[in-house]
């Protein structure tokens, strides 16, 4: 979704600005733009639709700056057109503004108080730059005091603001809620930012900001109101990443890149949270509050929920505590009726996507713990949860999540082997977790190496095809949910992921001459099931192919797994899935990374 980013005190503004809008094109967006004023006090504003690339073009020579903000725009308030991208300005073209989140009540504030405005656009965020400079210019407020009583009308509403005054342009102003800022503090200069991904040529030292908190930022200080209007000092943390793991170096795209990265992934998770006999090393306090609960709920969006479900088998068959896996934007006003003592567990890559945190604000009110499952440290779930585990994935930065699903299942694993043996519990006793999780890696590995053979399916049974099931039982029904996403999600095929009993109950209606229909069959129990499944959609024409574990494969089977524990088999027949969606984005052209409509981090509800 949207970015900011901002500097102040340097030369190289615009190159920062530009470089920090290109590490955030990942998030999606539709519409760029950034201000700058030189030493001279002049103001650059450029602003264009479409990719960044189309920016550039625009930043000549004459575009030179000391300090300056910009913002990537995924458009939520009016269409994407230039007016509507930021930064916003002030008619008399003293401020400007831009903003990541939602004003819920801007028409009430536009009719309210600036009934005798023209505006520009058709955004939310005009308003609030427009009120600032009617609260200076009109009511003689200074702008500190101006962009704190915007702040104070806007409710319930997320935001991170940044705002300059091109009268006073070395001073940054920061406003956060509900929305991700961080400052990066570097020598001789201070840059803003919605991720640090952005800022990582410029600093590896962050500063959180808390919801309700006020900034000022200049060049050599950084000034920090809390939402009581109180002085506090927030605490910095580093950020160990090397900026070249943001980079897709020889691969074409990002996607190739992380589905390639599962392996080490896995092997990276065994060495960080398994000791050398193989035992997990977690916190004591943790396990506890796990075992205390007679109830676990893991809450998720998207790729996470999907990788939640599997939690729920972990858990259950390990752990022996019946467990719910909630969809966060349903469950955050489901209003749900809980038992004595839930203990709920966040799934996600980003640790910002909002719906999650709607969930998380509200059992934090009623005093339950929790965990967040993230892979960025130091993101809004990690820092609001009782307990974090990183997943430690490197950052993932296409839109399809798929080494935080493989990294998630992994952790959760880990975990339901660690309560299970606190409890002594059979199962989690007799999983040696450190030899499945070898055993993943060399089977996704011997997965990934198949690419051939699956882009030759893609291009044979999904590059022209307009719908296609994936059909599976139990953790394979859960498996093809997920496999069914990816596949919609950056090829555009519509795709559904169906329980494969199921079916034949209405859907089966839908199959027709040529409808691909991918069976997932690795699970002993249910494969011979699924198999009749499949004959009844061949029955009415569907072309069928499967993803089989090696040791209930049959002959004509398209993909053949490597074992692993039956409770593990997501982390491998997911990758031909996840191949499968990419080879068919790639083969119709379109961007695999970026596909159309979606954002990286959805911090909007
Ligand atoms: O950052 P999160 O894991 O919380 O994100 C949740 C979903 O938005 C995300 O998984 C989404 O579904 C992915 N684009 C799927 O590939």
Redesign the pocket.
Known sequence: MCGIVGVTGTDNSVSILINGLEKLEYRGYDSAGILVNDSESNNHLVKQTGDISNLKKLVDNKVKGHSGIGHTRWATHGGVTVENSHPQFSNDERFYLVHNGVIENYKELKQEYLSDVNFKSQTDTEVIVQLVDKFVVKDGLSTKDAFKKAISLLGNSSYGFLLIDTEDPETLYVAKNKSPLLIGKCDGYNVVCSDSVAMLNETKTFMEIEDGDFLIVKPNSVFVEDKNGKEVTRDTFEVDIDPSEADKGTYPNYMLKEVDEQPNVMRHLASKYLDQDGMPVIDKKLLDDINKSDRLYIV??????HAGLVGKALFEKMVKIPTEVVVSSEFAYADPLLPNKPFFIF???????AD?REVLSNINKKGYSSLTITNVANSTLSREATYTLLLEAGPEIS????K??TAQIALEAILAKAVGISINNEKANNFDIKQQLGLVATGMQAVIEEKQQIEEIANEYFVKANRAFYIGRGIDYYVSMEAS??LK?ISYVQAEGFASGELKHGTIALIEEGTPVIGIISQDKTAGLTRSNLEETAARGAKIITIAKQSIAKDGDTFIIPDVDELLTPLVTVIPAQLLAYYTSLNKNLNVDRPRN?A???TVQ
């Open positions: 998720g969006a998207g790729t996470s929920y799934l996600s890559q980003s640790g910002e996507t999650s839109v399809a999540s798929t935080a699903y996403l990816k999600e979606l990286k981090s959805v």
